[in-house]
């Protein structure tokens, strides 16, 4: 027998180490941790520890500048988590935010049917049978016909536990941005075409969460809700649509510095696309676990305005300042996640040379700009010198502090988080005020003045 692995198989091998590997790093150095893990972890969820939180929110202010700061049409919004029940009905999300579940008669396993690999197929609510499954837990063939399962996660308000008091997590941030869209009009200048920008967290009680923070029942999401005149023919709004498509990319090659060859662009084909979306790309990257859907980008029509106008029998039109025509608003949605964000990040960044490994993180996103040591952890007129420089650093620069072990572990410490520069007070830094400065992705070391430290890391993040 031919012991030997094919091409694609160590392709496959290799993709699954990479997943252990990163799984294993975010533990060790403080990424992201098993959730309650004293008592024994709760399946799927996730901490992200001291230095995880950096990561993501670094991810997050990049997006906020990059899609609100800097442009003049995006205003932010950051709604509550529990909104109004009438919110989900009027959404579609009570009546066909849900997913297919097959009951097993035997053990009452239940589990999701083989069509939902199609990860399309749900918007549509794709009718399925329980034909050829298989109990995955007893192999049973006798199954109950699949049934929908809501992914909404239910709970209640005040103490009585009645239905009158029944209320939602939201499953996505956007419904929010339409609820209030009235309230942003009447107390802003923004003018169609606008957009309005949130993040926040997302609950969905996924029936097959999994691949680390991939698919979780909690995450976070980042949402534009893109607000433009109805479109006189399609040209206008595949226009609009175009300049967000060419933006997410923006975003993911540019800013986040992912590898292009990682990324594709799925046109969503018209059988597998929410009824509400007349065009819909799936922008996917390739996971160590298939390629998958990083973002979407929907047109939604005027779908979302015109329920909520109706359900909540309130004014939802737009009002042209200059002809005083009155519209329902059709809006563009690039719908980015947070935590799919921060694992392509990772997965992207990793690198392995030698015995060195490193996260090769873009500066704007790396947790810490610099870490700053005294070379030796038992003089004290090193410390003092080092500590000084880390704390005038650290007026303008996220730095991070370290005099454990010896400096060979420190720099395997600071590359594993992705610290871009360590910065080292030695001896000769007390004769001429110099120090060493040593480069995460090349690992050479310069001298440079103290004098000169600060403005000399911002120049080489900034680049
Ligand atoms: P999928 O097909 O993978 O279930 P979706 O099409 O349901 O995703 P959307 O409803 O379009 O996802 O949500 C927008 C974005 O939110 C996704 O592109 C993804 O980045 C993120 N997202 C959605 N569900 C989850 C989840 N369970 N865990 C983490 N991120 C998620």
Redesign the pocket.
Known sequence: MDLRLRGDDRNKMDKQNLLEKIVALCKRRGFIYPGSEIYGGLSNSWDYGPVGVELKNNIKQLWWKKFVQLREDIVGLDAALIMNPKVWEASGHLANFSDPLIECKKCHTRFRPIIDLN??A??QGVKVSAEGHKCPNCNSTELMEPKQFNLMFKTFIGPAEESANIAYFR??TAQAIFADFKNILDTTRVRIPFGVAQIGK?F?N?IT?GNF?????E???M?IEYFIAPPKDDKEWQSAFEKWRVGVLSWILDDLGIDKSKIHEDEVPDEDRAHYSKRTI??MYEFPFGK?????L?YRTDFDLKNHGNSSGKNLKYRDPESGEEYWPHVIEP???????FLAVLLDSYTEEGNRVYLKLHPKLAPYKAAVFPLLANKPELIDLAKKIYIDLKQNLHVCWDERGNIGKRYAAQDEIGTPYCVTADFQSLEDSTVTVRDRDSAKQIRVKISELQNYILDQISK
């Open positions: 990860p399309h749900k918007a499953p996505e997302a969905r996924e969460p923070i991939f698919r979780m029942r995450f976070e999401q949402e799936d922008f998958e859907e990083l973002y979407g929907a719908s980015f996640g947070v935590d799919r964000t």
